[in-house]
């Protein structure tokens, strides 16, 4: 493939930058107020408003001639036909066969992988419901009422994100709690209060030997089997979900109480998998169906909407545009909604982990930026800390603004409080307040220049009804094909994560390091040797 901006497009998109890099936002929608009904979308029960961008239909076309020029429709149609477009890992990226429904055929080296996904879903929904209605029981014959799922990354951000993105859905009278962190204080906050004859541990790992997990999963057995005197406890109170079924046997897992997935599942694509097994005990295997349905919705928007209409595309673009040309380093996005507190932490691993790459698919260094960082909190707790900063700093931070036309909290009055909020600070943000401005309000002169608030900081809002199962299934698969439209655009590969693994060489190499008793000589260099002195002599 050529180099990204040795093409065409890209050398239109620079100069058509240069021309309107400076124009305002406030003159956009002045010379052109029908941008606001022309720079929106919607689909699978998503509306986008893109209009506060700092583009033209020149830039749009441009940017839709770049992904055209990129080839990201034939990338997107590899990926929708099972080929091995992870190429450093020689995989195929399937996360959309794990929504599609019955009968859909997705071929892997000549199989259909659509019935085993169902026959996965079906096992799911079954052992799911049993727990629920109290049928699985645990060692003593008590009902299973807390689930604890340890797992990290991919295998703990997703469930815990969705949790509590639906617990307006899930089972009130269950207790739902994640262990991620190596640190024991993760796992000992999460169990300090439960009775352990009626908790389920659900150990997520795709490959069943990461030290966290792992080590948090012996944890569990250790502080199960204690609390309950009896190792064979530990067949009624742990259920695992791997591609490892030999290593989750030798656990000690109950295989009947085990939930595969395949290697063409990212860890960070996996919540709609057998990953999301608490999120389906939590909210039933109906709900848990519905977020599948709006995740395929969003797939087949991607899939076939035209371009200028599609909304994952779009957003890719606009990251690219921001990313590119006006050298944003950060996107902010912040949910107007309680509830995704924690999406902007999903999204930060989804976004930075598939596209936070150096080389592109050539092997060769880029020459160019690719992923920005991705951040956010929850409107309106935002406002009243970092706000400022997207207001009256000197850094461009583009945001995308999520918000719901229907409160699923009885205190309706306070939703529109909320959402008044949200536009508030979209419309704050794009058109700001001029000196001029200032002064008729009666502004004293030696505050104004502290008081003009610049504007033409761009927004994208994402409006949906409610944030119901199916909805948050379509938002996270928004930005899944956003994130791969960006890296497409980018030619890397968005599906592979060598990054994380030095720095777990190194730790396993500096564990024994640390032991108690003998304490060998240490290589690293001089900073790192030090450190590990004085924590040797400091922790008692
Ligand atoms: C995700 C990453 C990473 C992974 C965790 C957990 O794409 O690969 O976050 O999910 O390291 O891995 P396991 O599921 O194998 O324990």
């Not at 076309?61 to 020029?69: H, N, P, Q, S, W």
């Not at 050298?327 to 902010?332: F, L």
């Not at 307040?433 to 994208?460: M, W």
Request: proline fraction near 5%.
């Amino acid at each position: 493939m050529t180099v990204l901006t040795t093409s065409p497009s890209w050398h239109q998109l620079a100069a058509h930058h240069a021309r309107i890099k400076d124009i305002h936002l406030r003159t956009l929608f002045a010379e052109d107020p029908g941008r606001a009904e022309r720079f929106v979308a919607e689909g699978a029960g998503l509306f986008l408003d893109y209009s506060k961008n700092r583009i033209t239909d020149e830039t749009l076309a441009l940017l839709l001639r770049l992904a055209e020029e990129r080839g990201v429709t034939a990338r997107r149609d590899a990926m929708f036909a099972g080929e091995k477009i992870n190429v450093t890992e020689r995989r195929a990226v399937l996360h959309i066969a794990l929504r599609a429904p019955r009968g859909v055929r997705i071929d892997v080296d000549g199989a259909d992988v659509v019935p085993d996904v169902h026959r996965v879903l079906d096992a799911m929904a079954a052992f799911a419901a049993r727990v629920r209605d109290g049928r699985f029981t645990g060692h003593t014959g008590r009902r299973i009422r807390n689930v604890v799922n340890i797992g990290i990354g991919g295998s703990y951000l997703g469930p815990e994100m969705a949790y509590r993105a639906l617990r307006p859905f899930s089972d009130r009278s269950m207790t739902f709690r994640f262990v991620a962190n190596v640190d024991g204080a993760d796992f000992t906050e999460a169990t300090h209060d439960l009775d352990a004859a009626e908790t389920l541990f659900i150990i997520s790992s795709k490959t069943f030997t990461t030290l966290e997990t792992m080590t948090n999963a012996a944890a569990a057995r250790t502080w199960l089997v204690q609390k309950l005197g009896a190792e064979a406890a530990v067949a009624r109170h742990f259920a695992a979900v791997s591609t490892n079924l030999p290593g989750v046997t030798a656990f000690g897992i109950d295989p009947t109480n085990t939930f595969g997935f395949w290697d063409w599942v990212g860890g960070r694509y996996s919540m709609d998998s057998a990953i999301g097994l608490a999120t389906m005990i939590a909210v039933g295997p109906e709900n848990f169906g519905a977020m599948l349905a709006g995740f395929h919705a969003m797939d087949e928007h991607f899939r076939t909407a035209p371009p200028a209409r599609n909304l994952p595309l779009l957003l890719g673009l606009l990251t690219v545009w921001y990313n590119n040309f006006f050298g944003a380093q950060t996107v902010g996005v912040m949910p107007y909604a309680a509830p995704l507190a924690r999406l902007p932490a999903y999204l930060q691993q989804l976004q930075m982990e598939s596209n936070g790459k150096h080389v592109d698919l050539d092997g060769r260094v880029v020459v160019y930026q690719t992923a920005p960082i991705i951040w956010g909190e929850p409107g309106t707790d935002g406002q009243h800390s970092f706000y400022q900063l997207l207001h009256q700093g000197t850094k461009l931070v583009p945001c995308d603004m999520i918000g719901f036309c229907r409160p699923l909290s009885p205190l309706a009055a306070q939703h529109d409080l909320l959402m008044a909020n949200l536009f508030a600070q979209a419309e704050a943000l794009a058109f700001g307040k001029t000196a001029a401005e200032l002064t008729a309000e009666g502004s004293p002169d030696f505050q104004t220049p502290f008081r003009v608030t610049e504007g033409n900081r761009p927004t994208n809002v994402i409006l949906a009804d409610t944030l119901d199962p199916a909805t948050l299934g379509s938002l996270v698969a928004l930005y899944e094909h956003s994130v791969f439209t960006q890296g497409a655009i980018w030619a890397i590969d968005s599906f592979d994560q060598w990054g994380v693994e030095l720095g777990k060489v190194l730790a396993g190499r500096i564990i024994p390091e640390l032991g108690h008793g003998a304490e060998p000589e240490l290589t690293h260099d001089a900073s790192t040797n030090a450190l590990i002195r004085h924590y040797r002599k400091r922790r008692g």
